[in-house]
């Protein structure tokens, strides 16, 4: 929901995009207040603030736009069996 004068966002969804469709890696995205649900890790609300002052973080596509972007990574992998 938002007004109709300001498009100020007055509840809803905390999660907004926007997809540029000629040059995918030019796309934003924000998600309030973080990237984590995990209360310890850095990212739980490190969004919060790009949020609150209208920002977005790159929403890349490319696998060198993804690259270049990365901060962290997560290698899951199978349990052997016993």
């Known amino acids: ?3 109709d004068d ?5 509840d809803g969804a905390s999660y907004r995009q926007i997809v540029d469709l000629a ?10 207040p973080g ?4 209360p310890r890790s850095k990212h ?5 603030p790009l949020w609150s002052e209208g920002r977005y973080f790159p929403l890349v596509y490319s696998k060198e736009a993804v690259d270049r972007n990365t901060t962290d990574t ?8 016993h």
């Open 1 to 3: 929901m938002f007004e």
């Open 6 to 10: 300001t498009f100020d966002q007055l």
């Open 23 to 32: 040059n995918w890696d030019n796309s934003r995205a924000i998600n309030v």
């Open 35 to 38: 990237q984590s649900g995990q």
């Open 44 to 48: 739980y609300d490190d969004l919060l």
């Open 74 to 81: 997560l290698q899951l992998a199978p349990m052997r069996a």
